[in-house]
């Protein structure tokens, strides 16, 4: 599902931006809009990334059903 569309849903992933590589979403969490943006700001800098992240511009995330 779009980053956008799963903002209000529960994920279904740890999210982990790096640096520093503590989780900012839980499996069981919420995701809320400024996460989104945090983790889409984090993979867009130049060595940043987010561990369990679909895709490298954390475009679209795992939600529960």
């Given at each position: 599902m779009?980053?956008?569309?799963?903002?209000?849903?529960?994920?279904?992933?740890?999210l982990a931006a790096y640096p520093p590589g503590i989780p900012n979403v839980?499996?069981?969490?919420?995701?809320t809009a400024e996460a989104v943006r945090f983790?889409?700001?984090?993979?867009?800098?130049?060595?940043?990334h987010v561990r369990g992240?679909?895709?490298?511009?954390v475009?679209?995330?795992r939600v529960v059903a």
């Amino acid at each position: 599902m779009s980053a956008r569309e799963a903002v209000g849903r529960i994920s279904a992933d740890t999210l982990a931006a790096y640096p520093p590589g503590i989780p900012n979403v839980l499996p069981g969490e919420v995701i809320t809009a400024e996460a989104v943006r945090f983790l889409r700001r984090t993979a867009a800098a130049p060595n940043g990334h987010v561990r369990g992240a679909l895709d490298l511009g954390v475009t679209r995330l795992r939600v529960v059903a």
